[in-house]
């Protein structure tokens, strides 16, 4: 927390943990940046970033020092919390008390985020493996030889999202006449469409 000083500025009033090394330089920007006006700042610099509550009643500004990455929107709900207990009149040893379980409840924000993130990304990697193994098996059906062109067309769409003229004649055992025909009548039947910027096809969903 800091407090205004009518000498030094901004001078850290309390703090957790105590070891917590804090520049003067960065709570004079603190200081200066609220102004003495109720408000939430955010400084996100090279070597620093935090999120601060200036609360007019008390005159003091709560300051949550977080890591590099950290989004500070995700800790307002813990200067609210802490904005409330600021109104209570406490005295000096309870309001250290608090200081130390908002910084506990910092913690468990930043644990809960990071087992958010760790889940999307395991969803994510096995979303990747599904689609890897879907787009093996359709390459597998497309080297049977029992499937017509225009399922083989629609197939590997389905797969490539979108493919040049030259690639899907590659791709498909057929003359060209024939592969032109099919194409066509699959546009005629709004199946396929084909893109004159690109110069590709794609399925229509």
Do not use: C
């Not at 990747?128 to 049977?144: G, N, R, V």
């Amino acid at each position: 927390m800091i407090k205004w000083d009518e000498i030094l500025g901004g001078n850290i009033y309390m703090k957790y943990p105590n070891d917590l090394g804090i520049l003067d330089n960065v709570v004079q920007q603190i200081q200066i940046s609220h102004n003495f006006v109720e408000s939430y700042i955010t400084i996100e610099e090279k070597n620093w970033n935090s999120i601060s509550y200036y609360n007019e009643n008390k005159e003091i500004i709560i300051v949550l020092v977080l890591d590099k990455y950290d989004d500070s929107s995700d800790y307002t709900v813990i200067l609210d919390e802490f904005k409330k207990e600021l109104e209570l009149e406490l005295n000096e040893d309870r309001l250290k008390e608090h200081i130390e379980r908002i910084y506990n409840l910092s913690l468990k924000v930043f644990r809960t985020r990071d087992e958010v993130i760790a889940k999307l990304s395991n969803e994510v990697a096995q979303l990747k493996t599904l689609e890897y193994d879907f787009k093996k098996k359709f390459e597998m059906i497309l080297k049977s030889d029992h499937l017509k062109v225009k399922s083989k067309i629609q197939f590997l769409l389905a797969i490539n999202e979108e493919m040049k003229y030259e690639d899907i004649k590659k791709s498909i055992n057929t003359n060209k006449r024939w592969l032109d025909s099919v194409l066509d009548t699959l546009s005629k039947n709004k199946i396929i469409k084909y893109d004159n910027e690109k110069g590709t096809y794609y399925l229509i969903v």
